[in-house]
């Protein structure tokens, strides 16, 4: 089954990729789909015996540009559809071992061209809503292939998050005629919640933080995508992602599992509702310190409340102390 459901007492699309349930689950080293073909050894999904970065399609996608028509016959009440869209995985080196804090600036900074690449080619969809690209990292939040990778998710409409934070932005314009994503910037910049501070971009712990140790980039500049950065820009997102992810495991002593997503304007809508966006991404680990983790629980999943073990005005410092002394490689 491969459909998309809509629920229509949350006002959401839910979709169903039951062939999920088949996808390759931690499989021996030996066995990674996602290492480079080694002459004599088992064919892989990127046919090359080094590479750096290596972009191709989910094997088992969620969405697809060729999607089957539904199993299940929808009703007025609940609409269903086929599971249109695009989900590409994103391989940003060829050591299983690696993590994106260990790869180096040089790397990151080919990413971000990798992301801004397929962004303007997945928008070109005229069916495509939003394009979100992200990394689910570390066994602490579920990866089940641990060759260090991301993926780029292309949805025929703007998903509830970021369709909140159009609504927000609507509404903080229409009261005070600014950007919200840049009034925050102009309150954060060299305060006490700062992680890293960039020309182009700002790292810092959101007032509002859902985690207690998350870290929110945000474009300085009224940016909505990532094609419109200069190599300036990417050049800048890159030292300030680098040094963001080093300074993660420099706190926590270890490699930092985490959750981390690029938001950035719609596409294939309107002019006024493209302005809203900008460009910033979230970072969003689990650890709460002292071998603990945030797990999202009743209130979080029932209220859509989040309790938030940590004050980002302590979380701050404590990531800039430890960024500020972490090696980022080169």
Known sequence: MSERRYDPTHDEWVTFATHRQDRTYKPATADCPLCPTHPGGPETEIAREHFEIAVFDNRFPSLSPTPPAPDLAGTDLVPVEPAYGHCEVVVFTDDHEATLASVGERRIRLLVDAWAHRFAALAADGKIGYVLPFENKGEAVGVTLHHPHGQIYAYPEVPPRPA????????HRDRTGRCVFCDVVAQESGGPRVVVE?????????????????VDIWARDHVGTLPELDAGARDDLARVLARVLAGYDAYFGFRTSYLLGVHSAPVNVPDDERGLGHLHLEICPPHRG????KYLAGSETFGGAFLTDVAPEVAGPRLREAAERATVPA
């Open 164 to 171: 909140r934070e159009q609504r927000a932005a609507r509404h």
């Open 198 to 214: 960039g020309t182009h971009f700002l790292a810092g712990v959101p007032p509002w933080a859902r985690f207690p140790y998350e």
């Open 290 to 293: 002292g071998g603990k983790l």
